[in-house]
């Protein structure tokens, strides 16, 4: 069982990456509204392009930063407790869009609103009292069931890429572009908990060359024979590629439907698949189940509930995106 001062530390560390990442998401869907679509239909080139204009924004710059910052905290809490204590928590970050649209529009938070607050504040003392009994993770037993879980994943997240194309705009459009970025999402969390495992088992040190070792560990392999590295090559760059994916597809999925309707699927799917690939692939254990799924549960209730905030920041655009328009018609009319 990994002691309690390591999990207190590695949940305070996934709480300082929580914030960052979900008001990154309130900040980028703010800039959103000014630039232009993005659209998978025109290739990587035309994407590429849809967000450098996209980047001239300084809420959506902002809202990027904050995402690559909060990496940090969150691989560290990673690699103290293992990927399923830190994303359950990290998943309770709609908090944070809840206090964005009380604060920013001015939304009144209802009692039942409250409640489902208080229940998800509740869930990261649930799961540390469920006592993590195995972090580490073998990094030789894990080839096959990993090899046949990425095959199952990879193949639904291309299925769900070839739908949004062909349901290209109707109302399902958002939906499988939702549903294609959040299995990236979640996909790269895999390769974040294998990155983190592997930084650990190949005792990586805060170098100079850190960024080198991590980034090209392959060599560290071949000339060393050292798995480990390979495992931390393999790590990041499927850290690093799934999760630009994903961002960009979640990105034009917040362009075309109502945040109501796709964040609980970035939010379900990037918490749920993980946990899957915890326990069949990794197989990390508890010595509590109990608490560690009721945790799960009063998650997926509290964000279902605190969902509907998503459809408040929507509103606000749409509403800042027809006050600009007009100013702009007056200005050029004078």
Avoid at 151 to 168: A, C, E, H, L, P
Avoid at 253 to 269: E, G, H, N, T, W
Avoid at 286 to 315: C, E, H, M, P
């Amino acid at each position: 069982m990994v002691d309690t001062y390591t999990v207190t530390l590695g949940i305070i560390l996934v709480l300082i990456a929580t914030p960052m990442f979900n008001l990154a998401l309130v900040f980028q869907k703010m800039g959103l509204r000014q630039g232009p679509e993005i659209r998978f239909d025109k290739g990587f080139v035309g994407v590429l392009k849809a967000f450098k204009e996209i980047a001239k924004n300084k809420w959506w710059l902002l809202g990027a930063i904050l995402g690559v910052i909060g990496w940090f905290p969150y691989i560290m809490s990673i690699g103290l407790v293992g990927f399923m204590v830190s994303e359950p928590i990290n998943s309770m970050g709609i908090i944070i869009v809840v206090i964005a649209a009380n604060r920013i529009l001015g939304e009144t938070v209802t009692w039942y609103e409250f409640l489902a607050i208080s229940v998800l504040a509740i869930s990261p003392i649930l799961i540390a009292l469920a006592g993590i009994s195995e972090v580490a993770i073998d990094l030789y037993a894990m080839v096959i069931p990993l090899t046949i879980f990425l095959i199952i994943t990879f193949s639904i997240t291309i299925g769900s890429f070839v739908f949004s194309q062909k349901k290209r705009g109707t109302k399902f459009e958002g939906f499988f572009v939702m549903l294609t970025g959040s299995f990236f999402l979640a996909i790269g969390g895999v390769f974040t908990n294998i990155l983190a495992q592997a930084i650990v088992q190949a005792n990586i040190q805060l170098t100079w060359y850190f960024g080198i070792e991590i980034f090209f560990g392959i060599f560290w392999f071949i000339f060393e024979g050292s798995y480990t590295h390979l495992w931390v090559f393999i790590g990041w760059w499927g850290l690093a590629i799934c999760n630009i994916a994903s961002f960009a597809f979640y990105q034009s999925a917040f362009q075309k439907s109502r945040m109501a309707v796709v964040f609980p699927i970035l939010d379900s799917v990037g918490l749920s698949i993980p946990i899957i690939a915890g326990i069949l692939v990794f197989k990390q254990t508890f010595n509590n189940y109990f608490l560690f799924f009721l945790a799960i549960v009063l998650i997926f209730i509290g964000t279902s509930v605190l969902g509907r905030f998503q459809i408040d920041i929507k509103t606000m655009d749409v509403k800042k995106s027809s006050t600009s328009i007009k100013k702009d018609e007056a200005t050029k009319a004078i």
